[in-house]
């Protein structure tokens, strides 16, 4: 069971951005999600080296450049938030863009780490790239990838089932997280290409033996489903996540296989790349997962 003395919610909410107008998304999800949950928001843009000539001047003057920077961020800041019930702080930090998302995250003793897409090229690749292959493996705390816009709280979860300890703890954090939410359990049978009887009742029966196993909160399970697909994994959750408008995909990762080694085998990148929602990634806290 949870441990009631820390609450069911992270304490705080780290989005990692650039504050371009593309960021909009996760800004307004982080938003969001700290009403919710009455949790401290910080937002933390890191700013590396001089890429081109012309900014080689500015860097050499970087103490000016980055208070100037600082002021503007959070006189947006201050705009953006007024009265919405949101105070947050602003942290910026220099050097390499993974480096410091993990330092102030890994400060943070119970935290959840939001970001999405962005023009620059570093913030991209965190969702589609070495940066977020790093966060996947390095970040203690949940990694929330935001490509929806926010109309609201989630309500429609499903979470990739390998029957791991990955897939557990990605099972335990959703109903945490997100109680009396609709959480579909999914697992694929990938071996299948037309589904068989005998097949699915036994994956359904596994499903059913899983969430035995799973520290849930009293009446959380009756909020759970279970459902088995077919064919690649990639394409069968994304399809069904596109079908049934999910708003919130929960992958498991495997901490001992590059990025992501979830449920049969399955590239949690590739994955990544076909999901139309939400991500949230939570690694296995195991050294060496079952999965």
């Given at each position: 069971?949870?441990d009631?003395?820390?609450?069911?919610?992270?304490q705080?909410?780290?989005?990692?951005t650039?504050?371009?107008?593309?960021c909009?998304r996760?800004?307004?999800?982080?938003?969001?999600l700290?009403?919710?949950?009455?949790s401290?928001?910080?937002?933390l843009?890191?700013?590396?080296?001089?890429?081109?000539p012309?900014?080689?001047?500015?860097?050499?003057d970087?103490?000016?450049?980055?208070q100037a920077?600082e002021?503007?961020?959070?006189?947006e800041l201050?705009?953006?938030?007024?009265d919405?019930?949101?105070?947050?702080s602003?942290?910026?930090v220099?050097?390499?863009?993974?480096?410091g998302?993990?330092?102030?995250a890994?400060a943070?003793?119970?935290?959840?780490?939001?970001?999405g897409?962005?023009?620059?090229?570093?913030?991209?690749?965190l969702?589609?790239?070495?940066?977020?292959?790093?966060l996947a493996?390095?970040?203690?705390?949940?990694?929330?990838v935001?490509?929806?816009?926010?109309?609201g709280?989630?309500q429609?979860?499903?979470?990739?089932?390998?029957?791991?300890s990955?897939?557990?703890?990605?099972?335990?954090?959703?109903?945490?997280?997100?109680?009396?939410?609709?959480?579909?359990?999914f697992?694929v049978?990938?071996?299948l290409?037309?589904p068989?009887?005998?097949?699915v009742?036994?994956?359904?029966a596994?499903?059913e033996r899983f969430?035995d196993?799973?520290?849930?909160?009293?009446g959380a399970?009756?909020?759970?489903?279970t459902?088995?697909?077919?064919?690649?994994?990639r394409?069968t959750?994304?399809?069904?996540?596109?079908?049934?408008?999910t708003?919130?995909?929960?992958?498991?990762v495997?901490?001992?296989s590059?990025?992501?080694r979830?449920?049969?085998?399955?590239?949690s990148?590739?994955?990544?790349q076909h999901?139309?929602?939400d991500?949230?990634?939570?690694?296995s806290?195991?050294?060496?997962?079952?999965?």
């Open positions: 069971m949870n009631s003395s820390r609450g069911p919610w992270p705080h909410l780290l989005l990692a650039d504050l371009c107008a593309r909009d996760p800004l307004d999800r982080a938003k969001q700290a009403l919710e949950w009455q401290e928001l910080v937002i843009t890191v700013r590396e080296g001089p890429r081109t012309e900014e080689v001047a500015s860097w050499l970087r103490d000016g450049a980055t920077f002021l503007a961020a959070r006189r201050d705009e953006e938030f007024q919405s019930g949101v105070a947050p602003l942290r910026v220099e050097g390499d863009v993974t480096d998302i993990l330092d102030v890994g943070m003793e119970d935290a959840l780490v939001v970001t897409a962005s023009s620059e090229d570093n913030f991209q690749q969702i589609l790239g070495s940066t977020a292959e790093r493996q390095d970040l203690a705390h949940p990694l929330l935001v490509r929806q816009r926010t109309r709280p989630y429609r979860i499903l979470v990739a089932n390998d029957f791991s990955a897939a557990r703890r990605a099972l335990e954090t959703a109903a945490r997280l997100f109680p009396e939410r609709r959480i579909v359990l697992h049978l990938e071996a290409a037309e068989v009887a005998g097949a009742q036994e994956a359904l596994a499903s969430l196993d799973c520290l849930l909160a009293p399970r009756a909020h759970i489903s459902f088995i697909g077919h064919g690649s994994v394409d959750i994304a399809r069904y996540a596109l079908e049934q408008a708003q919130l995909v929960v992958l498991g495997h901490p001992q590059g990025l992501a979830m449920f049969m085998g399955s590239r990148e590739e994955l990544l999901l139309a929602c991500t949230l990634l939570l690694r806290r195991e050294d060496h997962d079952d999965g």
